[in-house]
Nanobody
Framework: QVQLVESGGGLVQAGDSLRLSCTAS????????IAWFRQAPGKEREFVAR????????YCADFVKGRFTMSRDNAKNTVYLQMNSLKPEDTAVYYC??????????????????????WGQGTQVTVSS
């Protein structure tokens, strides 16, 4: 079992930055992909970004490229989602998820939320205009 706990959400203004954290516990995640998804009211949960724990390689959805980046801290067993230039349309509950790495980081396999075994409880991000 892997437990994931997110933190760092909040209320910000358009153009501001936030950093979300996701801390993993339980079994080792060294062979896992850790991803961020988000879900806005009335919309489906969508992929945002992911990182391969083993080598730190990352992949982001097109709509966040140039604004959001992922990183990890092995010592803290934590991944981060740095969100810059936030927009009101980024308002959503952000979820951290984990799945075993099977394919390369860029594989579309990992865009599908159904591929992820473990999920955190989510953290709310609200961006006001």
């Amino acid at each position: 079992q892997v437990q994931l706990v997110e933190s760092g959400g909040g209320l910000v203004q358009a153009g501001d930055s936030l950093r979300l954290s996701c801390t993993a516990s339980g079994r080792s995640v060294s062979n896992y992909i850790i991803a961020w998804f988000r879900q806005a009211p009335g919309k489906e949960r969508e992929f945002v970004a992911r990182i391969s724990w083993s080598d730190g390689s990352t992949y982001c959805a097109d709509f966040v490229k140039g604004r959001f980046t992922m990183s990890r801290d092995n010592a803290k067993n934590t991944v981060y989602l740095q969100m810059n230039s936030l927009k009101p349309e980024d308002t959503a509950v952000y979820y951290c998820a984990a799945t075993l790495r099977i394919f390369a980081i860029g594989s579309g396999y990992y865009n599908d939320r159904e591929r992820y075994t473990y999920w955190g409880q989510g953290t709310q991000v609200t961006v006001s205009s």
